[in-house]
């Protein structure tokens, strides 16, 4: 009873501004909380970023450690630049694969479909302590691409 009689006593300018901020103070927390939430998912994603971030970069690096030791045990056990180059080439899915000698320089050639593989291949060789490309031809054609490097 004495609650209506308080709010009886008000005028409507003023009964007005308090169902205004009646509607407006819980609009507020709302917001306040939202933002909150906003605030501590973008945290969380940037923290998810940044583990990604370091994941990728030691993934790589393992990768790269991997290939690494491949090629060293290829070397290791195949010392000789014909018998490391046939050995790497079989483990890539190159087609044609065949290794000669023009003019006294050694060549490789094959065909590959895929640019990631004969890159893969190509950067392999160049671990060999005694194999360096001299030149480089790609011809590429509607199902694959056909290599031709000359090796020192």
């Known amino acids: 009873m004495k609650l209506l009689d308080f709010w009886g006593s008000f005028q409507t300018n003023e009964k007005r501004m308090i169902k205004i901020l009646l509607f407006l103070l819980p609009l507020i927390v709302v917001f306040?909380?939202?933002?909150?939430?906003s605030?501590?998912?973008s945290a969380k994603k940037l923290n998810l970023e940044v583990a990604k971030a370091n994941f990728d970069y030691v993934y790589d690096k393992a990768l790269n450690f991997q290939k690494y030791s491949l090629a060293q045990k290829a070397l290791f056990d195949y010392?000789?630049?014909k018998d490391f180059i046939f050995s790497e080439?079989?483990?890539y899915p190159l087609i044609d694969f065949q290794l000669g000698e023009e003019e006294g320089i050694m060549f490789i050639a094959f065909k590959s479909e895929s640019v990631v593989n004969y890159a893969q291949f190509l950067e392999s060789l160049v671990n060999h302590p005694e194999i360096e490309i001299?030149?480089?031809s790609i011809t590429p054609n509607s199902e694959f691409q056909q290599v031709k490097a000359f090796l020192q």
Not at 32 to 37: N, R
């Open 32 to 37: 306040i909380y939202l933002g909150d939430i």
């Open 39 to 41: 605030n501590k998912i």
């Open 79 to 81: 010392p000789e630049k």
């Open 89 to 91: 080439s079989k483990r």
């Open 134 to 136: 001299i030149s480089l």
